[in-house]
């Protein structure tokens, strides 16, 4: 009455893997941390220090190394926070965009007073009464100085509800 020999050794692994997974300590960033500093600080040897603490040399020396390249890094301000919201993406957008309008303007050479004028007034004229902005409705501002606002906007709602209307209507055409 023999016992198969694969089976009860597969379990008896699969028993003292459970064991050494449930029994493994899981340290914090704090402890880490403390841990590396008493080693940096050199009072006891890296061996003593890690027989103390439970742990493996070779453990002690990935937290010593990811401690001190984030040390490296932070401060040489490699530390670049993601943007994750849209108003962060959206502001960063317009940064960029006016940042290359200044560096149009600043490569643009006008060597008489007169074409520094005509710039200016270009700049003035396409701000004021061709370009849209966010904070006024998507209106200009010379819309809004002159009073067409209102009229302006409740056309954009007429013209957006005759298209809701139509857009169903050319949809069954086009499908016929």
């Known amino acids: 009455m023999r016992q198969q020999s694969g089976t009860p050794k597969a379990t008896a692994e699969q028993v003292v893997k459970d064991i050494r997974g449930r029994t493994r300590k899981h340290h914090s960033a704090e402890e880490k941390i403390r841990i590396v500093l008493e080693g940096l600080r050199g009072e006891a040897s890296i061996a ?3 027989r103390r603490e439970g742990i493996a040399q070779s453990l002690y020396y990935s937290w010593s190394k990811e401690f001190l390249e984030a040390g490296k890094r932070r401060l040489a ?3 670049a926070r ?3 919201s ?3 993406k959206e502001l960063r957008a317009k ?6 309008a200044v560096a149009d303007l600043t490569l643009e050479n006008y060597y008489l007073p007169g074409a520094l004028e005509q710039a200016i007034e270009a700049f003035v ?7 849209y902005h966010e904070s006024l409705g998507k209106l200009t ?3 809004v100085s002159f009073g067409r606002g209102d009229n302006i906007l409740s056309e954009r709602r007429r013209i957006k509800e005759q298209t809701l209307k139509q857009r169903p209507l050319l949809n069954q055409r086009q499908a016929a």
């Open 77 to 79: 301000g490699d530390t």
């Open 86 to 88: 849209p108003e962060v």
């Open 95 to 100: 940064t960029a965009a006016l940042k290359e």
């Open 125 to 131: 004229e396409h701000y004021n009464h061709r370009r």
């Open 141 to 143: 501002p010379a819309d």
């Open 48 to 50: 003593e220090l890690c």
């Open 82 to 84: 993601q943007a994750t």
